[in-house]
């Protein structure tokens, strides 16, 4: 067990801040840092013969900050938006629903 332990560990190191932000990127003196939208799940099992292994996780890009000069926006990737939204307005839109119906009751 301790080994799927370790290979968990060195999983979940590279979560955080650099999972959403890319590396800087200088192109035609416009300065661009990506964005996207990312999240884990872990799960883990392991054989009596020491094998075995988990983890798992989905990165979508988003956008990107632009800095042109003194100017600094972030510019959205619209299809991945689309992709990432829909799904959380459904399912917002579906619990909202159910709150409503149980509080009519």
Same mark, same amino acid.
Request: aromatic share 8%.
């Given at each position: 067990?301790?080994?799927?332990?370790?290979?968990?560990?060195?999983?979940?190191?590279?979560?955080?801040?650099?999972?959403?932000?890319?590396?800087?990127?200088?192109? =035609?003196?416009? $300065?661009?840092? !990506?964005?996207? /939208? %990312?999240?884990?799940?872990? &799960?883990?099992?392991?054989?009596?013969?020491?094998?075995?292994?988990?983890?798992?996780?989905?990165?979508?890009?988003?956008?990107?900050?632009?800095?042109?000069? =003194?100017?600094? $926006?972030?510019? !959205?990737?619209? /299809? %991945?938006?689309?992709?990432? &939204?829909?799904?959380?307005?459904?399912?917002?839109?579906?619990?909202?629903?159910?709150?409503?119906?149980?509080?009519?009751?």
């Amino acid at each position: 067990m301790p080994n799927l332990a370790l290979e968990l560990g060195k999983q979940t190191a590279s979560l955080g801040v650099n999972s959403v932000y890319g590396e800087q990127q200088d192109v =035609d003196g416009v $300065r661009l840092v !990506p964005v996207a /939208i %990312s999240w884990s799940g872990f &799960g883990a099992g392991e054989s009596p013969e020491g094998s075995g292994g988990g983890g798992g996780g989905y990165a979508a890009p988003i956008g990107a900050y632009i800095r042109k000069g =003194d100017d600094l $926006r972030f510019e !959205p990737n619209i /299809i %991945s938006l689309l992709a990432v &939204g829909i799904p959380f307005i459904w399912v917002a839109g579906r619990a909202l629903s159910r709150v409503i119906r149980a509080l009519k009751r």
